[in-house]
């Protein structure tokens, strides 16, 4: 199975900062019709996930522009410009490339 | 509006069985891939089992293979998944997600998920 590995695990953040995410990939998540299917959950408290992010860098519709995706092959990133307190939860990476679709183990994002 | 409703969880027996329903609506069920993903509490995310559209396609983890069954209704917009032989690792949040192109290659959980069931096994 491809392993998906996030960092930081936890991640406090001051209102209006910036916040990173990295997940990165045991295997390429190139997929030979040349997409690369990685993408960005965001999971509130008490809620069900929601996807933000598809295929690296798409954000869904009704996702804040303040939500960018980035990386490629092995190596993904997940940034917030400014975080605001609606942005507290768990994000989790997923591939989309490889069976059994696989998932990171979840970034906790909470205001300082 | 997309909606995905789960039910059919609660408490079981080591070795018993369970079937959950995911009913669908707001959307033209039979045109859609759909998966079942779990999430243990406390724990993260774990992918179970997608079913294609016209059910020809059909893949487990293998956490679950040869123990649970995934099968899906069109008429009635509903998805299924039988769960036996259940063990106490299996106690979980259990979600219903409407797979997407653009999430994996065929298809993977996307924009649209259920809020979830839960199932305990315990004796």
């Known amino acids: 199975d491809v392993v998906m590995t996030q960092s930081p695990l936890s991640l406090p953040v001051t209102p209006g900062q910036p916040a990173s995410i990295s997940c990165r990939s045991s295997q390429s998540l190139v997929y030979s019709d040349g997409n690369t299917y990685l993408n960005w959950f965001q999971q509130r408290p008490g809620q069900s996930p929601r996807r933000l992010i598809y295929k690296v860098s798409n954000r869904d519709s009704g996702v804040p522009d303040r939500f960018s995706g980035s990386g490629s092959g092995t190596d993904f990133t997940l940034k917030i410009s400014r975080v605001e307190a609606e942005d507290v939860g768990v994000y989790y990476c997923?591939?989309?490339?490889?069976?059994?679709?696989?998932f990171g183990q979840g970034t906790k994002v909470e205001i300082k | 509006q997309v909606q995905l409703v789960e039910s059919g969880g609660g408490l079981v027996k080591p070795g018993g069985s369970l079937r959950l329903s995911c009913a669908a609506s707001?959307?033209?069920?039979?045109?859609?891939?759909m998966s079942w993903i779990r999430q243990a509490p406390g724990k993260g995310l774990e992918w179970l089992s997608y079913i294609s559209s016209s059910t020809t396609y059909i893949n487990y983890a293998d956490s679950v293979k040869g123990r649970f069954t995934i099968s899906r209704d069109n008429a009635k917009n509903s998805l299924y998944l039988q769960m036996n032989s259940l063990r106490a690792e299996d106690t979980a949040v259990y979600y219903c997600?409407?797979?997407?192109?653009?999430?994996?290659?065929?298809?993977?959980?996307?924009?649209?998920w259920g809020q979830g069931t839960l199932v305990t096994v315990s004796s």
């Open positions: 707001g959307f033209t069920f039979s045109d859609f891939y």
């Open positions: 997600a409407r797979d997407e192109p653009s999430s994996g290659y065929f298809a993977a959980p996307g924009v649209y």
């Open positions: 997923m591939q989309g490339t490889h069976w059994p679709r696989t």
